[in-house]
């Protein structure tokens, strides 16, 4: 679902009919941009779209002193039928987006407490500020604004202050999240380094160890070997064609 156009047909099916301009001041009096994805720079574009469309009729083009012409627009029955069809995909659809903040709270192990407390405390005061806006928008209501628009406007407010809840709720506990970091930080790290020293320990006590006639001692470095003692059998001047094995006592 398209909201520029929603915004547009839904705009000239209430007001009647209106040149770009127009429609642009009543998005920003509406504040659509704090509500809406719909953004006033958008609305120009919109128009000619709608208009190669047919859902839109210029009507007439006006020009007044040495103000560029400006074309006013009317909706046309087919646009009305695509004005119902936008409006009724819009009731229908039950849309809660996943918030990246979500995911990057899951992946933030490593932070330290003082540097997320920074980013939420930051947070906090961005949805201030548009909660602020809101006050004021509600505050300075216009002659022609409807109940329906009080509940939009009350809508996005309530949504507000369900985000301002839960970012004070993580600022509660930033510092159990910072304590949840450390251990994992820490089970890693215990378990890379005892496996390492196990393993070199292990290969010390256990390897497999030869000698050959000159009284050289090799290592075989395995785990897991017998301990044993291989000899070349090779005695002064003789051939040594026999090799005898001795168990060697630790």
């Known amino acids: 679902m398209n909201p ?3 915004f547009v047909l839904g705009a000239l099916a209430r007001r009647g009919p209106m040149y770009g301009h127009q ?3 009543h998005a920003r009096v509406d504040r659509a941009d704090l509500w809406s ?5 958008s609305l120009y574009s919109a128009l000619h779209r709608l208009e190669a469309e047919g859902l839109i009729d210029p009507l007439r083009t006006e020009k007044s ?3 560029p012409a400006r074309t006013v627009y009317a909706i046309t029955p087919e646009g009305r039928q695509e004005l ?3 409006r009724s995909e819009a009731l229908g659809e039950v849309r809660l987006r996943p918030d990246p903040v979500d995911l990057a709270l899951a992946v933030s192990a490593d932070l330290d407490e003082d540097t997320l407390r920074g980013y939420v405390e930051d947070r906090i005061g961005a949805l201030s500020a548009q ?4 006050d004021h928008h509600r505050d ?4 022609d604004q409807t109940v329906a628009d009080d509940l939009v406007t009350e809508h996005a407010r309530m949504r507000i202050d369900a985000e301002l809840g839960w970012h004070k709720m993580v600022l509660d506990r930033i510092d159990k999240l910072a304590a949840d970091g450390t251990d994992q930080t820490d089970g890693r790290t215990d378990g890379r380094s005892d496996g390492h020293a196990d393993g070199h320990a292990d290969g010390r006590i256990d390897g497999t160890t030869r000698t050959d006639g000159t009284g050289s001692v090799h290592s075989g470095g395995r785990g897991g070997g017998t301990g044993s003692v291989h000899s070349g059998g090779r005695g002064g001047g003789g051939t040594g064609g026999t090799s005898a094995r001795s168990r060697t006592p630790l």
């Not at 994805?37 to 720079?41: L, T």
């Not at 909660?131 to 809101?134: A, E, H, K, N, Y």
């Open 140 to 143: 300075r209501a216009w002659p």
């Open 131 to 134: 909660r602020t806006q809101f």
């Open 37 to 41: 994805d719909v953004r006033p720079g």
């Open 4 to 6: 520029t156009r929603l």
């Open 23 to 25: 429609l642009r001041r």
């Open 65 to 67: 002193g040495n103000l």
């Open 84 to 86: 119902r069809a936008l």
